[in-house]
């Protein structure tokens, strides 16, 4: 069965950096859309970028320029790089994976933006 893991969540300062990475088992990885989601404290979940298996990109207008998503087909592994990030970016985010009829989710990692 295909699981993703999410990691790289913590505190970080308004303005700082992290990391996050998602590492999925399995074959199909490579041949799967990946996204980023997150929810923020009484909001709804909300879509943060996607990747195609291919390497086109897409991201909500609140993570232009400030978010990069990236896969690592060979390490099974797709990555979220967030700068200068700001207080309401605080949310648990979630890996997804998407292929046909599968629709996949990571139990999620938390990101606090606070000083």
């Known amino acids: 069965q295909v699981q993703l893991v999410e990691s790289g969540g913590g505190l970080v300062q308004p303005g700082g950096s992290l990391r996050l990475s998602c590492a999925a088992s399995?074959?199909?990885?490579?041949?799967?859309?990946m996204g980023w989601h997150r929810q923020a404290p009484g909001k709804q979940r909300e879509l943060v970028a996607t990747?195609?298996?291919?390497?086109?990109?897409n991201y909500a207008d609140f993570a232009k320029g400030r978010f990069t998503i990236s896969r690592d087909n060979d390490k099974n592994t797709v990555f979220l790089q967030m700068n200068s990030l700001k207080p309401e970016d605080t949310a648990v985010y979630s890996c997804?994976?998407?292929?046909?009829?599968?629709?996949?989710w990571g139990e999620g990692t938390l990101v606090t933006v606070s000083s």
């Open positions: 399995g074959s199909i990885f490579r041949i799967a859309a």
């Open positions: 990747i195609t298996s291919g390497g086109s990109t």
């Open positions: 997804n994976l998407r292929r046909y009829n599968m629709d996949l």
